[in-house]
Nanobody
Framework: QVRLVESGGGLVQPGGSLRLSCSAS????????MGWYRQAPGKQRDLVAS???????NYADSVKGRFTISRDNAKNTVYLQMDSLKPEDTALFYC?????????????WGQGTQVTVSS
């Protein structure tokens, strides 16, 4: 059983920073890609950033220069450092991982962590 657990969300003022963490646990053979999506009320879930096992990153245009994704392969953990936060960044942030277990390859999701940017 694979589990992804996020932490680090909360309430922050515009211009502030937050750091999200997500750890994957269970019978994992290899994690290919880890990433973060977000979903604001009434909107679709969109990719924020992703990172491969080799460290190649990809960012949504709206967060380039403000957010940084990183990964600790030894800990099966991905981080999202969010700086210069704006009210429009308010959303439920989900961690995701494409990984291989002994049985299969699949996409897994965390339960989400709320980020609210407000004064």
């Amino acid at each position: 059983q694979v589990r992804l657990v996020e932490s680090g969300g909360g309430l922050v003022q515009p211009g502030g920073s937050l750091r999200l963490s997500c750890s994957a646990s269970g019978s994992i053979s290899e994690i290919y890609v880890m990433g973060w999506y977000r979903q604001a009320p009434g909107k679709q879930r969109d990719l924020v950033a992703s990172i491969t096992g080799g460290g190649t990153t990809n960012y949504a245009d709206s967060v380039k220069g403000r957010f940084t994704i990183s990964r600790d392969n030894a800990k099966n953990t991905v981080y999202l450092q969010m700086d210069s936060l704006k009210p429009e960044d308010t959303a439920l942030f989900y961690c995701t991982a494409k990984l291989r277990t002994a049985a299969s390859i699949g996409d897994y999701w965390g339960q989400g962590t709320q980020v609210t940017v407000s004064s």
